[in-house]
């Protein structure tokens, strides 16, 4: 759907689409640091003394209560409030999952310079064939889940084809899809599709508000690979250096099976999730990084404090429901 079209009369427009997601961009995530307080090796007991993050929390009273101040937000918990909070976790099952096998993104970008040559020079050996973002969705049992969706696209892709030819530039884009291909499910994620020059990828569920921050330090990855190691390769082949911008959004979406079984069929993700985030990437400057406001909300403190809120483009249709424009923000560290 185009961020100009109005809708028809019974029709569903972007503001009540995204009120229908409202658990998702309203939601807050509570962020906390822990410390070890005593712990018994014999029995594997471990106590742990719990605090409210004060890079992002203050505390304060007002009319004689204590309340936290939440800076990024604007909002005041209330101290009964977070204390509520902390009991309830201890009594919800937890889950973590963790980036795979890259423990520091320079040096796994330092390990595929080699590799990046080749691809660049047109030396590598064609990949091979295999579908895991198909083999995971056809295992989906649920009509809905929840998503952080990336959307990433070359820039002016289509001027660099007409002054390099198609031979350079497909080798160039392609040695940035695979790079950022292969990125992906160490952090969990999958490419959804390929879409002209870029391509739109998603971190599923379970640990919703994990899989925020994994999409988000993947986004980061694959804009590293991109600047501190394809574009050297292109610039030492005097080729151009091609651009490109990220999108991030997160919320529910349904999986569903679309096409023909006699001619292609596939399982899909649909919504306002995934447009949003092809939408918030289009916003994005040459190399940049941006987020929409249900991602932020999602991400830990330790990401947040490097995110800058911007105008929405004066065409932007999206609204939350008090009829506020849906926040979009940028990621001032990871600028051209």
Same mark, same amino acid.
Request: proline share 6%; hydrophobic share 35%; glycine share 6%.
């Given at each position: ?32 640091? @822990? ?23 203050? #505390? ?31 009594? @919800? ?40 973002? $198909? ?55 999958f490419v959804l599709a390929y879409v002209g020059d870029g391509?739109?990828?998603f971190f599923p569920e379970p640990s919703f508000m994990r ?30 250096? #091609?651009?490109?911008?990220?999108? #991030? ?33 289009? @916003?994005a400057e040459p190399g940049g990084i941006r987020l929409g406001?249900? @991602? ?27 009829? $506020? ?12």
């Open positions: 759907m185009e961020s100009t079209d109005r809708p028809k009369e019974g029709e569903e427009g972007p503001r009540d689409a995204l009120a229908k997601r409202r658990d998702y961009f309203s939601s807050r995530r509570f962020d906390v640091i @822990t410390r070890v307080v005593k712990a018994n090796p014999e029995t594997g007991e471990v106590e742990f003394l719990i605090q409210p993050d004060p890079r992002r929390y203050e #505390l304060q009273e007002r009319d004689g209560e204590k309340w936290l101040y939440d800076r990024f937000d604007d909002v005041y918990i209330a101290d009964s409030a977070w204390k509520d909070l902390i009991r309830q976790a201890q009594e @919800t099952p937890m889950s973590y999952e963790r980036q795979e096998e890259i423990d520091r993104a320079d040096a796994y970008i330092a390990s595929r310079i080699d590799a990046i040559d080749e691809m660049v020079r047109g030396e590598a050996a064609p990949p091979s064939l295999r579908d895991k973002s $198909q083999e995971f969705l056809r295992r989906i049992d649920e009509s809905e889940l929840g998503f952080v969706i990336l959307s990433l696209d070359v820039v002016d892709s289509t001027k660099h084809l007409q002054e390099i030819g198609e031979e350079a530039f497909n080798r160039i884009v392609g040695t940035i899809l695979y790079e950022a291909s292969e990125v992906l499910p160490m952090f969990h994620g391509l739109i990828a899989k925020n921050d994994l999409a988000f330090d993947c986004a980061l990855t694959i804009r590293s690979l991109v600047y501190d190691a394809i574009h050297p390769s292109l610039a030492s082949q005097g080729l151009p250096l #091609l651009d490109v911008r990220i999108g #991030l959004e997160a919320g529910a979406a349904p999986v569903v099976t679309t096409g023909s079984p006699d001619v292609k069929s596939q399982r899909d993700i649909r919504g306002i999730v995934v447009s949003m985030a092809k939408k918030i990437e289009g @916003t406001e249900a @991602t932020v909300r999602n991400l830990h403190t330790g990401w947040r404090q490097f995110l800058q809120r911007v105008d929405a483009p004066d065409d932007w249709p999206y609204r939350n429901p008090d009829g $506020q424009p849906y926040g979009i923000y940028m990621v001032e560290f990871a600028q051209r």
